[in-house]
């Protein structure tokens, strides 16, 4: 028999979805929901590359699409739920709306802003803190990025080793 899945894991395959469709179009595989009294307002996934954007992050996408279904930028009873620890600018973005509670799948030690690199989300210093739930479908949500740099690893590679044919082959000489 198979266990139920708890709500913050419901939510959480919902913004896997998302993540999904980012790796689909060649972005970073990230996603994001959020959910008010049971009811998704806001998703999104990562479009930087798409949009050449640098603030397209699954968060602040979805934490826009929240505010124009709300009609207000205060999020105060609100969860949000992403693939990956939020950053710096997600973090910051998540405070200002006054987001309840975040619920987040992989740490992201080399930035993650809730907790692992540091701690934006609860720090006392600023007006507003968020409940923070950490590691909630955790592997899917680390296997979705491992795999996606493995991948591009492999494709990055596979194109070096095309451009040198080609430089050889154009030029005569082996470049070894």
Sequence with gaps: ?????TQDEQFML????????????????IGAVIVLDGEI????????ETRQNSIAHAEVLAIDEACK??????????VLYVTLEPCPMCAGAI???????????????KGGCAGTFMNILQDERFNHQSEVVSGVLETECGSLLSDFFRDLRKKNKL?????KEELEQQTGIDIG
């Design 41 to 48: 307002i806001g998703r999104a996934h990562n479009l930087r």
């Design 95 to 109: 405070m200002l709306s006054r987001v309840k509670k975040v619920v987040y799948g992989a740490k992201d030690p």
């Design 159 to 163: 194109k070096k080793k095309q451009a």
């Design 14 to 29: 919902e913004a896997i979805e998302e993540a999904k469709k980012a790796g689909q179009m060649d972005e970073v595989p």
């Design 1 to 5: 028999m198979e266990a139920q899945l």
């Design 69 to 78: 279904k709300l009609g207000t930028w205060r999020l105060e009873d609100s």
